[in-house]
């Protein structure tokens, strides 16, 4: 081996150890943010009593389930029983290896280390564990291998709510894979290509992808609610009408690791959102652009800020909506984001042409600013037409029409 | 019409969806910033707003009187009318003819803190207690005993006064 391929290993296996701690220690920590925030948002206090301020409480809370017991439903499907929270558990964790987290860092070493000979790097080491050239797509792919974990869950049980949770959950998952899928074909038009580090560069060119691609941006956070099973898309697990859904036949660690799932995934859609949408570690400005030490250590830091907010952003929805009933849920994911989806393709190729080809604007800012002016004349159609009840109707009023239309069928 | 029937005017454009959402979501923000109401047990036994009632039923005591004596007469109502049958009482007299409870015992758990025997005593002696810590290390201390039912200090409840329905 060369020393630079050992300099590289070296490297990877650090930055493996960083974000693997870094997640697993940041989803036990937000099991108490969420409890924190939920408990603000309802003007209470929430878990104070482990620890300063209840930062124990992840801790308290992992003992508990090691040493609970670990119950097996007799009927249960021994094997998939056993494997279903790692089947859910691990794409969860993979996907934070392909996020981009910080400006690349610029490093120069080569030294020796006893019997393990030279170890060499030069040049710009991306911050990222690996830099996977398909971006994005492998992030689909792999996020969309979550749902065999749940669905499993469900069926292994050998329960009636635990199966319908799973066969919810798969239909869920599966149909908003689709608009999810649609909405970032708009940012593969932008940029022109799916790697994280490309689109993070392209934006940093232009403008954040949220302004000039702002449907796409709503409809991926929309989708990225549902993925995740979150509230107010949680059906699988609603808990007035299933019981707990696919985990209700689970205990002690193997319950904990559908958590841990759920809170990773949450971590991923935020840091694709962040990254597809708000310009990843890009801080604005030209500061960041020169690389350097200093500029890594921020761009991190403020791509951790921007993760923050979003994982508020998702706790916040949870504690103010309530739950889709289940129809509503398939209308709104087939019946109004994805034809919006695919309507916002046409309208995104169309105003790139237009703008390249037609106007001759190549420049990233300036093609950036005129597709922003499209997106508002766009976004606000849209949002009106929400507003105004055309794509979704409420019951009351789809009632009204009803009894209108029957009434019209007896004069008539 | 001989019933009246009330129509409702059901709202037709109420779908406003994303301004409701909006609408929610500020209400929840202006949430997190608003005092908290949680009583922080342990540390803050009561306040002004989490008082427990003064009609609170809960566990017994057992009132003296000036020479340190029970109130009990050990007339034998409080038994009788315990529907739990939680009251153990055995009662004795001295040379004087005045009887007292030799034994007087009440099983906390099988009471139901229903507070008749309070309201049935000719000599207002048992009663039921404005108190709710009651743990124990063992279940056996859960039988108070005459002695025990004499060393409880907490307040007593007011019980339901039918004559002040609400208290006032």
């Not at chain 1, 206090?45 to 992992?62: S, T």
């Not at chain 1, 209308?331 to 695919?342: E, F, I, Q, S, T």
């Not at chain 1, 046409?346 to 080809?357: F, L, R, W």
């Amino acid at each position: 081996m060369t020393p630079e391929m050992k300099g590289f290993l070296l490297l990877s296996v650090l930055k493996m150890v960083f974000v693997f701690t870094f997640v697993m220690v940041g989803v036990a920590l937000l099991t108490l943010m969420e409890r924190k925030v939920s408990a603000w948002m309802q003007n209470r206090r929430g878990p104070n009593r482990v620890g300063w301020a209840g930062l124990l409480q992840p801790a308290a809370d992992g003992v508990k389930n090691i040493l609970k017991e670990e119950t097996y439903p007799a009927l249960a499907n021994r094997w998939l029983f056993v494997l279903a929270p790692a089947m859910s558990f691990i794409p969860a964790l993979l996907l934070s290896g392909v996020i981009p987290f910080a400006a690349p860092l610029p490093l120069d070493f080569d030294f020796t280390l006893g019997p393990l000979g030279r170890f060499a790097y030069h040049g710009l080491m991306p911050m990222v564990v690996a830099d996977v050239p398909i971006g994005f797509l492998f992030v689909l792919a792999i996020s969309s291998l979550g749902v065999y974990g749940i669905a499993l869950a469900g069926w292994s049980s050998n329960s009636k709510y635990a199966l319908l949770g799973g066969l919810r959950a798969s239909a869920q998952m599966v149909s908003y894979e689709v608009a999810m899928g649609l909405s970032l074909i708009p940012v593969l038009l932008m940029s022109g290509n799916v790697s994280f580090e490309a689109i993070i560069r392209d934006q940093q060119a232009g403008l954040w992808y949220v302004l000039p691609l702002f449907l796409s941006f709503f409809i991926f956070l929309i989708s990225g609610f549902a993925e995740t099973n979150r509230l107010p898309f949680d059906l699988p697990e609603a808990e007035s009408e299933l019981i707990a859904g696919y985990h209700t036949e689970y205990s002690a660690m193997k319950f904990s690791f559908f958590f841990i799932a759920e809170y990773a995934n949450v971590v991923t859609v935020c840091a694709m959102v962040t990254t597809l949408f708000f310009g990843g570690w890009d801080i604005p400005g030209r500061w960041d652009e020169q690389g350097g030490v200093l500029q890594t250590i921020a761009t991190g830091g403020f791509f951790f800020l921007k993760l923050m907010f979003w994982i508020f952003f998702v706790m916040w929805i949870r504690w103010t909506l309530p739950r889709f009933r289940y129809d509503q849920l398939m209308a709104l994911g087939w019946k109004v984001l994805m034809p919006l989806a695919l309507a916002y393709i046409m309208v995104i190729c169309t105003a790139i042409y237009g703008i390249e080809h037609l106007a001759g604007i190549t420049d990233p800012k300036p093609k950036a600013l005129a597709l922003f002016g499209v997106n508002v004349v766009v976004g606000l159609l849209v949002f009106g037409l929400l507003d105004s009840g055309v794509f979704i109707k409420g019951s009351s009023r789809r009632q009204t029409s009803e009894a209108r239309s029957g009434r019209a069928a007896v004069t008539g | 019409m001989a019933i009246g029937v009330k129509v409702m005017k059901r709202p037709e454009r109420q779908v406003s969806y994303v301004r409701a959402t909006l609408k929610g979501m500020a209400l929840t923000f202006k949430h997190m910033f608003e005092p908290k109401v949680t009583m922080q047990y342990p540390e803050q036994k009561s306040t002004t707003e989490w008082s427990i009632s003064q009609r609170w039923r809960g566990t017994h005591r057992m009132l003296t009187d000036e020479q340190g004596r029970s109130k009990c007469v050990a007339c034998g109502l409080c038994p009788q009318i315990c529907p739990a049958n939680c009251i153990k009482l055995v009662p004795g007299e001295d040379e004087q003819g005045n009887r007292y409870p030799l034994i007087y015992e009440i099983d906390e758990f099988r009471c139901v803190f229903c507070g008749y025997c309070q309201e049935v005593c000719p000599e207002e002696a048992i009663h039921v207690g404005v108190h709710f810590e009651n743990s124990e290390y063992s279940r056996g201390r859960f039988v108070y005993d005459l002695e025990r039912l004499h060393s409880q200090t907490h307040p007593v409840s007011t019980l339901w006064d039918p004559t002040d329905p609400r208290g006032e």
